[in-house]
């Protein structure tokens, strides 16, 4: 068996070198991540740089503290990580046995099948729906009787869609699997995963500072499950992945949750009027409700999407060859002038 392996993105600096243009004039359409910065970050860090000669507290109790208090749940309920990228490898490393079996709905988040294939184990995919993206709920309940783990991505990456509670919670009852909820985009939906907790010992929600609180840079993810389920993952957890910076910049970005609830409500505003102007290519825009939008361009996708990162330094998500999305083109929201590149420069591009 080939174990996936993740496909890296060419960096800022790399891409920066070939078109040509200065490193800061590149833009990242492509990672998802906030256009807002916080603008408390330097004082946050200055805090703590007298102890930077110290390892941080094996336990991150302060940190455990601050997401449990921002989740609703529990610290002993509550794992972080080095970005959910970590809780993903380290759920896989969990409950995930070599040679056992896991489900994902694709197109879908790839990190799953990479922590999959890193246990030698099977990835049964059940596609979701042609067009609309929905789940394919019988076959994936069918498919989970009798897995070990279960990959759901809600609100869902790289479509943007977010699938109904109902289905979400047959998927869930249909199977005594682990099953992990990366709940990534959460806050562009407001959902609250931690309520389901009490209901569904077999949960585990992924979560992270990356996407509403602009925090991509600093990775910090968690996990929120039962206090037994967390405790087997803390058994596996690397002592310190988490930086001690990293750690007081999640800390201070969780005692004030409005900022981020704020940055969604600009970013939501942005996303609707980008969705529009793109649709006005003739690009088939999916309905999305997170920080990213999905267009069916057509067989130039991928042609148009090296064009774009080569020639203007504008980095926008394709897909390879023979994937479902092939024809596709994902594009983070940015902010308005960067959005009004984006456009400005396909104007160009296109006939
Ligand atoms: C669905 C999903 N899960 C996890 C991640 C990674 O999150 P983090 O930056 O916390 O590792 C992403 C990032 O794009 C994502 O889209």
């Known amino acids: 068996m080939t174990t996936p392996v993740y496909q890296w993105q060419p960096t ?70 080095a970005g959910a990228d970590e809780l993903i490898l380290l759920t ?29 184990a099977t990835l049964v995919e059940v596609p979701r729906r042609p067009f609309d993206f929905g789940f394919n709920v019988e076959a994936l309940k069918e498919a989970s009787r009798t897995a070990n783990l279960i990959w759901l991505c809600v609100p869902n990456n790289p479509t943007g869609h977010r ?87 999640a800390e201070r970005a969780l005692a004030e949750p409005h900022w981020a609830a704020a940055n969604v409500e600009g970013i939501a505003a942005q996303r609707d009027s980008l969705a529009g102007r793109l649709s006005e290519f003739g690009f088939e825009m999916s309905t999305t409700v997170t920080n990213f939008v999905l267009a069916r361009v057509g067989p130039g996708a991928r042609d148009l999407a090296e064009t774009l990162m080569w020639e203007d330094g504008i980095v926008v998500r394709s897909f390879p060859q023979a994937h479902t999305l092939t024809f596709y083109l994902r594009f983070t929201v940015r902010s308005p002038s960067e959005n009004d590149r984006l456009i400005a420069t396909l104007s160009r591009r296109l006939p």
């Not at 970050?41 to 930077?52: I, N, Q, R």
């Not at 109790?61 to 601050?66: G, H, I, K, M, Y």
């Not at 056992?100 to 890193?118: D, E, R």
């Not at 919670?169 to 407001?190: H, K």
Request: aromatic fraction near 8%.
């Open 92 to 120: 896989a490393g969990a409950f995930l046995p070599t040679g056992g079996t896991a489900v994902s709905a694709p197109p879908t988040y790839t990190l799953y099948a990479v922590a999959t294939g890193q246990r030698d």
């Open 12 to 81: 800022t600096l790399e891409i920066a070198a070939r078109a040509g243009i200065d490193p800061a004039d590149v833009v990242r359409f492509d990672h998802n991540t906030s256009p807002a910065t916080v603008d408390w970050a330097g004082d946050a860090a200055a805090k703590v740089a007298s102890g930077l000669n110290e390892y941080p507290g094996a336990d991150y109790r302060p940190l455990r503290d601050a997401i449990a208090a921002y989740t609703d749940t529990d610290p002993d309920q509550v794992v972080p990580g």
């Open 163 to 249: 699938d109904p509670d109902d289905e979400i919670r047959a998927i869930i009852e249909s199977t005594s699997a682990i099953v992990v909820l990366d709940g990534a985009y959460a806050e562009f939906t407001g959902d609250r995963w931690s309520a389901w907790l009490d209901e569904y010992p077999n949960l585990v929600v992924l979560g992270t500072m990356s996407k509403a609180f602009a925090l991509a840079g600093a990775r910090v993810g968690y996990s929120l499950s039962s206090p037994t389920l967390a405790a087997e993952l803390h058994r596996r957890r690397p002592p310190g992945s988490i930086s001690t910076l990293s750690a007081a910049l």
